[in-house]
Structure formats: structure tokens, C-alpha cells
């Protein structure tokens, strides 16, 4: 089947192809097929293990690029060996679309057109997922991801879960944790990590139960994403977040990061001061190794500025750590006794807190707290102070 010459043309020029991964989907896979190659020749198809007739049909398609299985080895093999295949056939990016027919390729001009206008991005056909034949286990599937994605990233997106994609290839990650359906969820939380835009675009979509066959495992496969996205979290929250955060406070300074977020905050006086409170409460208290998780998932719970909160946590930082540990220490003794009372010098051990530990996890909570309300009652009045003065001018 001829494709269109000027589509075809401006997708060669952009060195773009289409990776179709399949398996089992012999119903509609040369419908999907016969659908692309009429806006283009470049098209890889990878056949993950199939089973059934594929191989036959796929015969019939000797001038398209082919990958096959000898096993089944899950989506996300078939999708990262297609990327191995068109950078090695030197394409710059790539569109993946699923064999199940539920994707129109008719839409690939409008992968194009957005690409053209957003640059290097990864884009995501957003289904409509109020269609009457979308199940309503993949509807409830997408919310999930969706909201995951935007806890790791801080990225809202409509659809994360859609299979019809455009990858700048260049840009994602080269090494991957995952090879089942749970792949699609990381590239795209890793890409954004890496700074890349991720996007949606509106697409079509047909689910037709006569002839759409999915091969999500509810059970396995939603153990399997749980699984990523409990290592994910951990990895933003750990790593990602506190790495951007020191990013973007290098980039502008301490000056201008406190002027942008806490002065200059579209946030109420009270949500900043009690954000600035949680993070000083956080950083005190005895959670070492667990402050940056634990400050900004009650930054979300309680709705407060997560910039905020998670920068007065740092409070803690090495300079002032003897003194943060003297000091609960120091306020414990009032309410556990101990027989060796210590002193802030070079000859305090931490074989000497651990003797005293229960006096520092007392002391450190009570010290927490009279810091929070310090800093949260001394911010707002600050601010409430430099406010009117603004007004006033």
C-alpha cells in the first residue's frame, strides 16, 4: 500500500518511524498495519512470540522492518528492542502504536505537527476514556497511573497509560528496570526526570470487544506497576526531588529561591508560615534518613507549599547538628533523668546519646515543636509585616 508522498516525505526528514509491538493480535494487525502505511513507509514491527497466525501475515509486509521473538518476553522487550532497532537504523524518533486497533493511525499527522511545534518532547495520545466500550478496569488503571506520575514527577497528564506515543530517542534513558506493561510507566516518569517534557495530545480511540484482545494480567500486572511505583516514589522522594530542589536553589540563589517562593508565593501568610513550621518540625525530629519523605508527603496530605517545607527540613544541616542533638538532649534531661548528665565538647560520642536515648527522642520532639512554633509564629507575623508594607506603598 503507497503511502502519502508529502506525509511521508516530512516524516523521512524528521527521521521518524513507527515501532508496532505485537502479539496475538492477528485480527486486527494488518488493518493497523495497511492504516500506517498510508501515512508512511517507516515502520518497525516487532512480533513478541505470537502464536497465532501473525507470522503468516507478516510475510506479506517484506518491505517493512521485522523483529521476531522466539518467546514471548512482555511489551515492554518488544517496545526497547524496536528502539535499539530504529537507532541503529538511524531514526531520531519514534512512535509506538499498538496492534490491537484501538488506534487510529490517522492521528500520526497530528504526532508531527506537535512535534514541530513543541520540540523535543514526549507526547501521549489522551484517550477519551468516557467512551462508552472503554472497561472500566482500564479507566480506573489510567487514574492510578495518573496520579502516580504526578506524585513522582509533579507532572499532570490526562492519559499516562495510552500506547500511542512519539519518543525523542535521544532523550530517554538508555537502561530500563522493567519488561512487562509497566515499562510505558517508566520511561516517561525516567524521561521526565531527565528533564524531558512529557506531554499529551488528543487522540481517537475504538475499543471493539469482538475484536480487541488485551493481554494485561489484572492480578500480576497491577502487582508488577504497584511494585515500580513503590521504587519510583522512593527514588523521587530520596533522590529526584531533594536533586532539583538544591538545582533550582543553585541556579537562583538563596535571595532569589526565598524572594520566589516564600515572599513572593501566591500562597496565603498562614499556609506559608505553617509550611515553614512543618519543615522545621520534620527536620528536627529523630527521622534521619526519612526527613525528605516523610516532610513532603504531609506537604501533600496537608495541602502546603512543598518548596517551603522541604527547605526549612534541611535545618539540620551539618553545622548545626551537635547542636540540634545538645539541645534535645538538654531539654530530655528535664523530663528523663539520667546519671550522666552531658556536655556540648568534642568528648561527646554517639555511644553517649545511645546511653541516653531516651532522653534525645523526648528532648527532640518537644525541641521540634517549640522550634516549629517559633519559626511558624515569627514567619507570619513577617509576612503579614512585609505585606501591608507593600500595601501601604
Given at each position: 500500500?503507497?503511502?502519502?508522498?508529502?506525509e511521508?516525505?516530512?516524516?523521512?526528514e524528521?527521521?521518524i518511524?513507527?515501532i508496532?509491538?505485537t502479539?496475538?493480535?492477528?485480527?486486527?494487525?494488518?488493518?493497523?498495519?495497511?492504516?500506517?502505511?498510508?501515512?508512511?513507509?517507516d515502520?518497525?514491527?516487532?512480533?513478541d512470540?505470537?502464536?497465532?497466525?501473525t507470522?503468516?501475515?507478516?510475510?506479506?509486509?517484506?518491505?517493512v522492518?521485522q523483529?521476531?521473538?522466539?518467546k514471548?518476553?512482555?511489551?515492554?522487550?518488544?517496545?526497547r528492542?524496536?528502539?535499539?532497532?530504529?537507532i541503529?537504523?538511524?531514526?531520531?524518533?519514534?512512535?509506538?502504536?499498538?496492534?490491537?486497533?484501538?488506534?487510529?493511525?490517522?492521528?500520526i499527522?497530528g504526532?508531527?505537527?506537535?512535534?514541530k511545534?513543541e520540540?523535543?518532547?514526549?507526547?501521549?495520545?489522551?484517550r477519551?476514556?468516557?467512551?462508552?466500550n472503554v472497561?472500566k478496569k482500564?479507566s480506573?488503571?489510567?487514574?492510578?497511573s495518573?496520579?502516580?506520575?504526578?506524585?513522582?514527577t509533579g507532572?499532570?497528564?490526562?492519559d499516562?497509560q495510552s500506547?500511542?506515543?512519539?519518543?525523542?530517542l535521544?532523550?530517554?534513558?538508555?537502561?530500563?528496570?522493567t519488561?512487562?506493561f509497566?515499562?510505558?510507566?517508566e520511561?516517561?516518569?525516567?524521561?521526565?526526570?531527565?528533564?524531558?517534557?512529557?506531554k499529551?495530545?488528543?487522540?481517537q480511540?475504538?475499543?471493539?470487544?469482538?475484536?480487541?484482545?488485551?493481554?494485561?494480567?489484572?492480578?500480576?500486572?497491577?502487582?508488577?506497576?504497584?511494585?515500580?511505583?513503590?521504587v519510583?516514589?522512593?527514588?523521587a522522594?530520596?533522590?529526584?526531588?531533594p536533586r532539583?530542589?538544591?538545582q533550582?536553589?543553585?541556579?537562583?540563589?538563596?535571595?532569589?529561591?526565598?524572594?520566589e517562593?516564600v515572599?513572593?508565593?501566591?500562597?496565603?501568610?498562614?499556609?506559608?508560615?505553617?509550611?515553614?513550621a512543618?519543615?522545621?518540625?520534620?527536620?528536627?525530629?529523630p527521622?534521619?534518613?526519612?526527613?525528605?519523605?516523610?516532610?513532603?508527603?504531609?506537604?501533600?496530605?496537608?495541602k502546603l507549599?512543598?518548596?517551603?517545607?522541604?527547605?526549612?527540613s534541611?535545618?539540620s544541616?551539618p553545622?548545626?547538628?551537635?547542636?540540634?542533638?545538645?539541645?534535645?538532649?538538654?531539654?530530655g534531661s528535664?523530663?528523663?533523668?539520667?546519671?550522666?548528665?552531658?556536655l556540648l565538647?568534642?568528648?561527646?560520642?554517639?555511644?553517649?546519646?545511645?546511653?541516653?536515648i531516651?532522653q534525645?527522642?523526648?528532648?527532640?520532639?518537644?525541641?521540634?515543636?517549640?522550634m516549629?512554633l517559633?519559626?511558624?509564629?515569627?514567619?507570619?507575623?513577617?509576612?503579614t509585616?512585609?505585606?501591608?508594607?507593600?500595601?501601604?506603598?
Amino acid at each position: 500500500m503507497e503511502s502519502n508522498f508529502y506525509e511521508d516525505k516530512s516524516i523521512k526528514e524528521a527521521k521518524i518511524c513507527v515501532i508496532v509491538p505485537t502479539y496475538n493480535n492477528h485480527k486486527t494487525l494488518k488493518r493497523v498495519l495497511d492504516s500506517i502505511l498510508v501515512h508512511t513507509s517507516d515502520v518497525i514491527v516487532v512480533n513478541d512470540g505470537s502464536t497465532d497466525t501473525t507470522f503468516q501475515i507478516l510475510e506479506k509486509y517484506q518491505n517493512v522492518v521485522q523483529i521476531h521473538h522466539h518467546k514471548n518476553s512482555g511489551k515492554g522487550t518488544a517496545i526497547r528492542n524496536g528502539f535499539k532497532k530504529a537507532i541503529e537504523l538511524n531514526y531520531n524518533y519514534a512512535i509506538t502504536i499498538d496492534s490491537d486497533g484501538q488506534h487510529f493511525a490517522s492521528d500520526i499527522p497530528g504526532f508531527i505537527e506537535a512535534l514541530k511545534n513543541e520540540g523535543d518532547v514526549l507526547l501521549i495520545g489522551s484517550r477519551n476514556m468516557t467512551h462508552e466500550n472503554v472497561p472500566k478496569k482500564s479507566s480506573f488503571g489510567n487514574k492510578f497511573s495518573n496520579f502516580w506520575f504526578w506524585f513522582e514527577t509533579g507532572n499532570k497528564l490526562e492519559d499516562t497509560q495510552s500506547g500511542f506515543r512519539l519518543y525523542p530517542l535521544d532523550k530517554i534513558p538508555s537502561r530500563y528496570f522493567t519488561n512487562k506493561f509497566e515499562f510505558e510507566i517508566e520511561v516517561i516518569v525516567r524521561a521526565a526526570w531527565n528533564n524531558v517534557p512529557v506531554k499529551n495530545i488528543p487522540i481517537q480511540v475504538l475499543y471493539d470487544p469482538s475484536e480487541r484482545v488485551s493481554h494485561f494480567r489484572p492480578f500480576k500486572d497491577f502487582t508488577r506497576i504497584s511494585i515500580l511505583n513503590t521504587v519510583l516514589v522512593t527514588i523521587a522522594l530520596f533522590y529526584i526531588k531533594p536533586r532539583h530542589f538544591f538545582q533550582k536553589l543553585k541556579k537562583k540563589g538563596i535571595k532569589k529561591f526565598f524572594l520566589e517562593n516564600v515572599l513572593e508565593s501566591n500562597d496565603s501568610n498562614a499556609r506559608k508560615a505553617t509550611s515553614i513550621a512543618l519543615g522545621v518540625f520534620i527536620g528536627i525530629s529523630p527521622f534521619w534518613g526519612f526527613q525528605t519523605i516523610i516532610v513532603i508527603a504531609l506537604a501533600v496530605l496537608f495541602k502546603l507549599n512543598k518548596a517551603i517545607a522541604f527547605a526549612f527540613s534541611n535545618i539540620s544541616f551539618p553545622p548545626l547538628i551537635p547542636f540540634v542533638i545538645y539541645g534535645s538532649l538538654k531539654i530530655g534531661s528535664y523530663f528523663i533523668i539520667s546519671d550522666k548528665p552531658l556536655l556540648l565538647n568534642t568528648e561527646m560520642t554517639f555511644a553517649d546519646i545511645q546511653k541516653n536515648i531516651s532522653q534525645y527522642l523526648v528532648g527532640s520532639f518537644v525541641l521540634a515543636t517549640l522550634m516549629a512554633l517559633l519559626f511558624g509564629t515569627t514567619s507570619y507575623l513577617l509576612l503579614t509585616f512585609v505585606n501591608n508594607f507593600k500595601h501601604k506603598k
